[in-house]
């Protein structure tokens, strides 16, 4: 943008901003639109997460109280199949925030310092 010499340029210039002011403010609405919906479906996945857990915690205290006669290589499969999904929850755990260690809440105090960006990470 060049300087303006005469009023009429100022204010062209000035209606010009305040045209791109407005776009600006349609995308930031957008932005936070958005930003709102990524929230929603972090603390989705994260209670989804925490009943994932719970329900496999059951399981295995059930398939520990199995009778001795179930066959071993079936009790084997469920024992390596329930250890598949508890890494599969913890890797959809590292796409998500996570709360900040005591460290960082005493130097930083309750600050979300998680980086989304799978690159930045």
Not at 61 to 81: F, I, R, T
Not at 93 to 98: A, F, G, I, V
Not at 100 to 120: A, C, P, T, W
Request: aromatic content about 4%; hydrophobic content about 35%; proline content about 2%.
């Amino acid at each position: 943008m060049e300087v303006a010499s005469s009023y009429d340029e100022c204010v062209n210039a000035l209606n010009e901003i305040g045209a791109q002011t407005r776009d600006l403010q349609a995308l930031n609405k957008d932005y936070l639109t958005k930003l709102e919906q990524v929230t929603e479906l972090q603390e989705k996945c994260v209670k989804q997460i925490a009943h994932q857990r719970y329900q496999l915690t059951v399981l295995s205290k059930s398939m520990k109280k199995l009778s001795p006669s179930a066959p071993s290589e079936s009790v084997e499969k469920l024992k390596s199949n329930l250890w598949k999904r508890r890494e599969n929850l913890a890797d959809i755990e590292q796409t998500l925030p996570k709360e900040n260690g005591r460290y960082l809440k005493i130097i930083l105090g309750n600050v979300n310092v998680s980086i989304l960006n799978k690159n930045d990470k």
